[in-house]
């Protein structure tokens, strides 16, 4: 089966950078997508960004384009999401999710293999 880490979360005053790191096992498909998204408080989830495995192509959110950059370590099976420019409103917990095939849909709409999570909390 399937399994998702994410690790990276914490406290970080606007304006500033943080790093995820999402390790993905047990596909046995070469073909699938990993995604990061996001939860605040009281709001509904929103799918961040995500990427295939099979040519790298990329999803942003209108709310993170041109400050989040997704990118992967095939050999590592590991994705990074890189964040600058944070805002207090990017604040919430953050989802590494995985999927097989490489539907982008599924990168708003949620997928099959989801990780605990992890806190980002961006200080004004």
């Known amino acids: 089966e399937v399994q998702v880490v994410e690790s990276g979360g914490g406290l970080v005053q606007a304006g500033g950078s943080l790093r995820l790191s999402c390790v993905a096992s047990?596909?046995?498909?070469?073909?699938?997508?990993i995604g990061w998204f996001r939860q605040a408080p009281g709001k509904e989830r929103e799918g961040v960004s995500c990427i295939s495995s099979t040519n790298g192509t990329t999803y942003y959110a209108d709310s993170v384009k041109g400050r989040f950059t997704i990118s992967s370590d095939s050999a590592k099976n590991t994705v990074i999401l890189e964040m600058s420019s944070l805002k207090p409103e990017d604040t919430a917990v953050y989802y590494c999710?995985?999927?097989?095939?490489?539907?982008?849909?599924?990168?708003?709409?949620?997928?099959?293999?989801w990780g605990k999570g992890t806190l980002v909390t961006v200080s004004s």
């Open positions: 999710a995985a999927d097989i095939g490489t539907y982008f849909f599924r990168c708003k709409y949620g997928m099959d293999y």
């Open positions: 047990g596909f046995t498909r070469d073909d699938y997508i």
